[in-house]
Nanobody, 120 residues
Framework: QVQLVESGGGLVQPGGSLRLSCAAS????????GGWYRQGPGKQRELVAS???????DYADSVKGRFTISRDNAKNTLYLQMNSLKPEDTAVYYC??????????????WGQGTQVTVSS
């Protein structure tokens, strides 16, 4: 299977920043469309940010102005830049994407999840 591999999570103080990365386990596949989800303690999983194949982005109201989703096509990597972090942002973050290699499409691929903890 081709999977997504996440990195960049950790512990950060309120007001700090983190950048999450998400890349296909096989680099020959590119990320066509992608998104970042999170699930906090006792909460439902929610879509935080998404990006289309053309680069259009969308964000949950709770993170607008603070988070930025981007994609580096040369590196086949999806990013989530998180600034001005709040304790409410504490969650396990998951990337999700459709992958493409020529005419081959792999849908609904998930990263393994990475813990982000915002605490003083």
């Amino acid at each position: 299977q081709v999977q997504l591999v996440e990195s960049g999570g950790g512990l950060v103080q309120p007001g700090g920043s983190l950048r999450l990365s998400c890349a296909a386990s096989r680099s020959i596949f590119s990320i066509n469309v992608g998104g970042w989800y999170r699930q906090g303690p006792g909460k439902q999983r929610e879509l935080v940010a998404s990006i289309t194949s053309t680069g259009s982005t969308d964000y949950a109201d709770s993170v607008k102005g603070r988070f930025t989703i981007s994609r580096d096509n040369a590196k086949n990597t999806l990013y989530l830049q998180m600034n001005s972090l709040k304790p409410e942002d504490t969650a396990v973050y998951y990337c999700n994407a459709a992958l493409k290699r020529g005419s081959i499409y792999l849908y609904d691929r998930w990263g393994q999840g990475t813990q982000v903890t915002v605490s003083s």
